[in-house]
C-alpha cells in the first residue's frame, strides 16, 4: 500500500531565504507525482507535476525533483517571499487510473 | 490551464435540510471526478470517486446515502448532503482528472464550499 510522508510538518523561515520539502513515498512505482499549493479556507493550487520518467520540473523560484528509485522527491522555494506561507502537498499517482495518494502536508510560514 | 468551478463557496443550512454543491469543468472533459472533505489543519480525506454515467465509488466509512453523488455529464459532478447534521459540517473539496491520457495529466481542484449547519 502506497504511503507518502511529509517533512517537515510545519516550518518558519525568514524572508528571503531558500528552502527545500521533502516527500517521500514508499512503493517506487508510480505515473506521476504533484506538489501542491493550499492557501486557508481554500482549494488546490497545481504546482508541478512530474512525470514519472523525469527528474525534476521548475516554475518560476520553484524546482520540484524526483527520485523515484529512493522514493523521494523535493520542492525548492528559492528567494522565500512572504506570498509563499501556505501549505505545500505532494501527491502521489500510483497508476494511470488511480487516485491520488496525499501526504500530510507541510505548512509553511514565512516571516516578513 | 484547466480549470475546475465549484459552488457555492459558502453555505449555511438548518439541521436536517439538504445542500447541493456542484463541480464543474470547464475546459476539459472529466470522465472521473473526485470528493473530498477536509478537517481544520489536516489533509485531504478522499470521500468518493464519480464516474461519468455510472454509481459512484465510495471509500469505506462514508455513508453513500448521505453523501448522493450524481455525475450526469463528462463536465459536471454534484455532491447533495442529506439531512444535514453540525457533525457534517466541515470543507468539501472536488477535483477531476482529465480524460486524456498519458503521465504529463494530472488533477484540477475546485476552490472548495464551506458548509457550515447550525
Known amino acids: 500500500k502506497q504511503e507518502v510522508t511529509q517533512i517537515p510538518a510545519a516550518l518558519s523561515v525568514p524572508e528571503g531565504e531558500n528552502l527545500v520539502l521533502n516527500c517521500s513515498f514508499t512503493d517506487s512505482a508510480i505515473y506521476n507525482l504533484q506538489w501542491f499549493r493550499q492557501d486557508p479556507g481554500k482549494g488546490l493550487t497545481s504546482l508541478l507535476l512530474i512525470q514519472s520518467s523525469q527528474r525534476e520540473q521548475t516554475s518560476g523560484r520553484l524546482n520540484a525533483s524526483l527520485d523515484k528509485s529512493s522514493g523521494r522527491s523535493t520542492l525548492y522555494i528559492a528567494a522565500s517571499q512572504p506570498g509563499d506561507s501556505a501549505t505545500y502537498l505532494c501527491a502521489v499517482r500510483p497508476n494511470r487510473d488511480d487516485k491520488i495518494i496525499f501526504g500530510k502536508g507541510t505548512r509553511l510560514h514565512i516571516l516578513p | 490551464g484547466a480549470v475546475v468551478s465549484q459552488h457555492p463557496s459558502r453555505v449555511i443550512c438548518k439541521s436536517g435540510t439538504s445542500v447541493k454543491i456542484e463541480c464543474r469543468s470547464l475546459d476539459f472533459q472529466a470522465t472521473t471526478m473526485f470528493w473530498y472533505r477536509q478537517f481544520p489543519k489536516q489533509s485531504l480525506m478522499l470521500m468518493a470517486t464519480s464516474n461519468e454515467g455510472s454509481k459512484a465509488t465510495y471509500e469505506q466509512g462514508v455513508e453513500k446515502d448521505k453523501f448522493l453523488i450524481n455525475h450526469a455529464s463528462l463536465t459536471l459532478s454534484t455532491l447533495t448532503v442529506t439531512s444535514a447534521h453540525p457533525e457534517d459540517s466541515s470543507f468539501y473539496i472536488c477535483?477531476?482528472?482529465?480524460?486524456?491520457?498519458?503521465?504529463?495529466?494530472?488533477?484540477?481542484f475546485g476552490s472548495g464550499t464551506r458548509l457550515t449547519v447550525v
Open positions: 477535483s477531476a482528472r482529465d480524460r486524456g491520457v498519458g503521465p504529463s495529466y494530472g488533477y484540477t
